[in-house]
């Protein structure tokens, strides 16, 4: 008798063990599926997947543009996806298109500055069906649908207009630096319109040196290495700068102050972040250059939005630019305070 209460109890005992794993197990389960469906609900899905490949996309000036497209991109069925670099990470743009193509995205916006390969790389996802907007640098004998920017020939002439406002009897040199795939600096178009401006308004009686540096194949540290170099040899320190992205704004900006030279050399930058303004208002770069981002963002959604829809769109969409002097900083910053 006293063996079965023995054994009776023992059942009890395993019986309630299993009853407890059982319900904790079926509210470990309803918790994890219930936080799946949450999640599956919270998600959203989209009818396109696109890609965006630049360089430096870290900066300032594409993290702004990537913010407006990919808004944009949301409005009209897709999500974007910036592809991101890091110090661990020695992909090239040609490597992020052949990722893109064998991920068979629905459309790839390219920053293009002619890099030796890319131009038949925009054919060949073209050809897979995939469209490619060009920004910034337009590939103009590939297959692309659209580009999305500021020419060449408009952004020198922009460029050599500014340029020309601060030539002096004094001036000597100039010295541009641009980050484009060009062997022959003569043959770009951004040079050939500051250095005619240039000339032009220093007459026949006065010779200024017109010079360009290519510093495309360099990454930020080899970029600020190079601006650094420009001002140590003292006998060559331009008369005036003229720095065509961001990058090289940033580091001409830095390198004037470590050199003691602000005000003594005429910067003309590109683009308008915090501290590329606040160095305007300060006088340390005389004018920047602002480009639209808003529109650059959304033109090139609207580029693969079109394609998309009706299977054709403009192969061209201007991008507004806009120079900033330390007044027209100064009016922003007013503008800016609350009311």
């Known amino acids: 008798m006293k063996k079965k209460q023995t054994n009776l109890i023992i059942f009890l005992v395993l019986a309630g063990i299993l009853v407890v794993f059982y319900i904790t197990g079926e509210s470990y389960y309803e918790g994890l599926t ?126 050599g207009e500014k340029v020309a406002e601060y030539v002096t009897k004094d001036t000597e040199s100039i010295l541009i630096l641009l980050k484009k795939n060009i062997d022959d600096m003569n043959q770009s178009q951004i040079y050939t319109q500051i250095s005619n401006a240039a000339q032009a308004k220093a007459g026949d009686s006065q010779s200024i040196q017109v010079t360009g540096k290519n510093l495309l194949s360099t990454g930020i540290f080899e970029t600020e290495e190079a601006v650094t170099d420009i001002f140590q040899q003292k006998d060559k320190v331009p008369d005036i700068l003229v720095c065509m992205d961001e990058d090289t704004t940033e580091c001409a900006r830095q390198a004037v102050l470590d050199f003691n030279l602000a005000g003594k050399v005429t910067i003309i930058g590109y683009y308008s972040s915090d501290d590329i303004l606040t160095a305007v208002e300060k006088g340390v770069i005389s004018v920047t250059c602002d480009v639209d981002t808003e529109q650059l963002g959304r033109y090139s959604i609207e580029a693969l939005t079109e394609y998309q829809k009706d299977g054709r769109t403009n192969s061209y969409y201007n991008v507004d630019i806009n120079f900033l002097d330390r007044e027209a900083v100064r009016a922003m910053r007013r503008e800016a305070q609350p009311k």
């Open 34 to 159: 219930g936080k799946s469906n949450q999640e599956e609900a919270n998600s959203e899905v989209y009818r396109y997947k696109y890609d965006m490949i630049v360089d430096s996309p870290d900066s300032s000036f594409w993290q702004a543009v990537y913010g407006c497209a990919q808004e944009w991109a949301k409005k009209n069925d897709a999500i974007l996806e910036l592809q991101e670099s890091s110090n661990d990470n020695d992909y090239t743009k040609l490597d992020y298109m052949n990722m893109s193509i064998a991920s068979s995205v629905d459309g790839i916006i390219l920053q293009y500055n002619g890099e030796q390969g890319l131009e038949a790389k925009i054919n060949e996802a073209v050809q897979k069906g995939i469209p490619v907007v060009t920004v910034m640098g337009d590939a103009v004998h590939s297959k692309r649908q659209s580009f999305v920017g500021v020419s060449d020939y408009q952004l020198g002439s922009a460029y």
